[in-house]
């Protein structure tokens, strides 16, 4: 009975792994959903569906963009933690995500259990930019007139908790000034107020402040990361600018539904990755200030678990709670 229960056992073992390896072979069967967890025309968006053509040409399924906003990027999120686990809902998210698993203190779902890293999508520096009739031309003359006007001088941000908001706070924390956070439903209304004038500063993500930096609209002072950036070869980093230390790379990475097959997931890792890579995609992200990001699923986790912790110390210390 032994032998033949082993025997048994030893045959469900061998009918699952020839399932799980044909599902693999068969993936993707269906249409797949990219789920953004943002309203359409931001900086997740069009990371999302410039990755999203070059992958259906690669999986031979459609790749459908599905934008889904709300709560911070928590209702797209948790979308994709409770989806079925076949590989065919896949979430497109950015560093809020890490910020949101300390933000929200009852999230619907647990960002490092229920969800899986696929790879790095993507990444791309913050920059400073300020209205071109203010008075600080550089970031040396921002931080002088700061240290001698406290809380005077006004920054907007995407709101409370939000991205744009804690980079400011860590920025404002490492160089020891003080600023009046004026927070707005969405980066979008941010830089659309600091072309009018109405605040004097944002930190944003290169993809939304471009478009208005290139036209001269606004003034870029510095960029956030730790060399400068291949788009602004001129423009010193914040460390340069008198803030030694201080960083915000954004990214973008690509996760699944946790319990997704590891064949699926190898296959799913193996054409992003290919897509990543090509010369086409490459170009599409230049223009868009990014640099693609390709990663293993072990590296994009330790990076998630890693900015979790960075910016629960941000959080803490500057009091955000979610809206």
Excluded: C
Aim: aromatic content about 6%.
């Amino acid at each position: 009975m032994k032998l033949i229960g082993n025997a048994a056992v030893l045959a469900v073992i061998a009918g699952f792994v020839f399932s799980t390896a044909a599902s693999a072979q068969q993936y993707p069967n269906k249409p797949i959903r990219l789920m953004v967890p943002f309203a359409p025309g931001g900086a997740n968006d069009v990371v999302a569906r410039i990755v999203a053509v070059r992958l259906s040409e690669s999986l031979g399924q459609p790749v459908v963009v599905d934008n889904r906003g709300g709560a911070g990027g928590t209702i797209g999120a948790d979308l994709v933690a409770k989806a079925p686990p076949d590989g065919h809902t896949l979430l497109i998210a950015s560093m809020g995500l890490a910020v949101n698993a300390v933000l929200y203190p009852k999230l619907p779902y647990d960002t490092l259990k229920d969800l899986t890293p696929v790879t790095m999508v993507g990444a791309q520096p913050n920059i400073v930019v300020v209205h071109p009739s203010g008075a600080p031309k550089t970031m040396t003359d921002l931080l002088a007139l700061a240290r001698v006007k406290p809380g005077q001088i006004s920054y907007g941000s995407g709101g409370i908790g939000s991205t744009s908001h804690l980079v400011t706070v860590l920025f404002l924390q490492m160089s020891k000034i003080d600023m009046l956070h004026i927070p707005y439903k969405g980066l979008g209304p941010a830089i659309i107020d600091l072309l009018g004038g109405q605040v004097q500063l944002v930190i944003s993500n290169v993809s939304t402040a471009l478009p208005h930096v290139k036209a001269g609209r606004l003034r870029l002072l510095a960029v956030t990361t730790a060399k400068r950036f291949y788009m602004f070869p001129d423009t010193p980093t914040v460390i340069e600018s008198g803030v030694p230390g201080y960083e915000s790379s954004g990214w973008y990475g690509m996760l699944v539904t946790s319990g997704t097959p590891k064949p699926i997931l190898a296959k799913l890792h193996k054409e992003t990755l290919a897509v990543l890579n090509s010369a086409m995609l490459k170009a599409q992200f230049e223009v868009q200030g990014l640099e693609p990001m390709p990663t293993s699923p072990e590296a994009f986790r330790e990076i998630l678990r890693a900015d979790i912790e960075k910016w629960a110390k941000v959080i803490k210390t500057s009091g955000a709670k979610p809206e």
